[in-house]
């Protein structure tokens, strides 16, 4: 069963860090691009940001230059975020998603994060 | 970051059907197409269609896609009342380097 199930949520004082991790299953992991999605409450989605198969490609581009952060560990099938100097509107429900093709087709049930002191 | 538009809402009676649009540029949906995800509350999106118009296995038929010039379309026939939920649209854009999203349609079937 092709799966991912993401961790790490939670509530985060303004200004700290805190990372997420998404677990993959059910497929090779380290054949595709993934990708961490957001949505605030009552909110559409927003693409946070994706990473390449190998891990040496981020995207946006510039997205490293920003608060936000994508790993991943091919050998454990994991995906991390790395969020620092949160603020209150990063608070979202954090999916992630697997880039298959043309589309995001695999998704994970998502993360809760809130961000309030 | 540069996004898709979508109409906000559609209403459409039960049986009926509704076509939601999405409208982008050459960059995006011109491009390559468009994917259509439904979301239910509380529930993570699903994947309707890719590439305008590719239905993953295990979607129903009475959902379909089609693309003209920078505008995407999903129509869904014969409306039931479990379609009454939130639609959003995604595309690759070659300029930004990004998916981008539309800020999603909730249809209601009345």
């Known amino acids: 069963q092709v799966q991912l199930v993401e961790s790490g949520g939670g509530v985060v004082q303004p200004g700290r860090s805190l990372r997420l991790s998404c677990a993959g299953s059910g497929f090779i992991f380290s054949s595709y691009t993934m990708h961490w999605v957001r949505q605030a409450p009552g909110k559409g989605l927003e693409n946070v940001g994706g990473?390449?198969?190998?891990?040496?490609?981020?995207y946006p581009a510039g997205l490293a230059k920003g608060r936000f952060t994508l790993s991943r560990d091919n050998s454990n099938n994991t995906l991390y975020l790395q969020m620092n100097s949160l603020r209150a509107d990063d608070s979202a429900v954090y999916f992630c998603?697997?880039?298959?093709?043309?589309?995001?087709?695999?998704w994970g049930q998502g993360t809760v994060v809130t961000v309030s002191s | 970051q540069a996004g898709l538009t979508q109409p906000p809402s559609v209403s459409k009676g039960l049986r009926q059907t509704a076509v939601l649009t999405c409208t982008g540029d050459s960059n995006n949906v011109g491009g390559q197409g468009a994917a259509w995800l439904q979301q239910h509350q509380g529930h993570p999106p699903k994947l309707l269609s890719y590439r305008s118009n590719n239905r993953p296995s295990g979607i129903s038929e009475r959902f379909s896609a089609s693309r003209s010039g920078n505008t995407a379309s999903l129509t869904i026939t014969g409306l039931q009342p479990e379609d009454e939920t939130d639609y959003y649209c995604?595309?690759?854009?070659?300029?930004?380097?990004?998916?981008?999203f539309g800020g999603g349609t909730k249809l209601t079937v009345l």
């Open positions: 990473l390449s198969s190998g891990g040496d490609i981020q």
């Open positions: 995604s595309a690759w854009d070659s300029r930004l380097g990004a998916w981008v």
């Open positions: 998603a697997r880039e298959g093709t043309g589309a995001f087709d695999i």
